[in-house]
């Protein structure tokens, strides 16, 4: 039994996630994609302490609603 | 079909009308290559300007050059192993003044911690090209790792656009770190099969 089967499916889906080997147009890419333009896209800039974005971001939104 | 098959789809129907007209008015490939590559030196100077949206449309009218080139290529029967290089070799040019651009703007506005992430994900780019480079003189393929030259171009071009390159910045950093790391291992796992087989 290899290495990679006795890890579990997590652990898995980290391991193929950083050692990426899946071709563009996949099920797989679209996944890491939403990832990514998430990331982008709902991280308020104030946290990434970024120079020249303006506005809170949706996560910002969304916190500044709660409060 | 994915929803990036699906986009990559819809790209191509104003894409092959391009392709078309490039091959009737005979245009070399290699020089719509050099073309793409000056469009993309304008791009970064709106990118040092801060002139995200700007400089994202002009990255966009660069790369469709880009694109193109290779199609035209085959199209026109002037596919040859100097134009792949030609090709590379320019689009190293494009990535770094883009970068260049960039830097330069946080340099402005006295950002050096956005500087030096701005200068590592160039480094990290350059390095994700020439690991696979390197690699596949020794061994037949090593195309592993997400972080390739079409997603940071399209990476940049929505941090351009929707003014979130902070963000961008970062994950290329980080995937293109990943990437080369990736490209390493295969490369080391591969050679030693090899050398394992011999």
Redesign the interface.
Known sequence: MTMQRLLTLPARAVWHALFWTFERATWQYDLMVIAILAFVWLTPPDWLGDPTASGPGLIGIILERLR | ?????AI?AACMFPLRAIIRACVALRIHPNVLTLVGVFINFIAAWFFAQ?E?VTAGFVMLVANIFDFIDGKVAEATNLASRFGGFWDSVMDRFSDLSLFIGVIY??AQ?G?T??VMIAAFAMMFSVMTSYTRARAESMIDKCK???MER?ERIV?VM??AF???????L??ILV?SI??VL?RI??TWRALKAQEAAS
């Open positions: 079909m994915t929803f990036t098959g990559g801060g995200f703007l946080y506005l950002r911690d956005y592993v790792g997400f079409p990476l929505i941090g929707t003014n979130r390159m902070g963000a961008v970062w994950v995937l990943v990437t990736d291992y295969y």
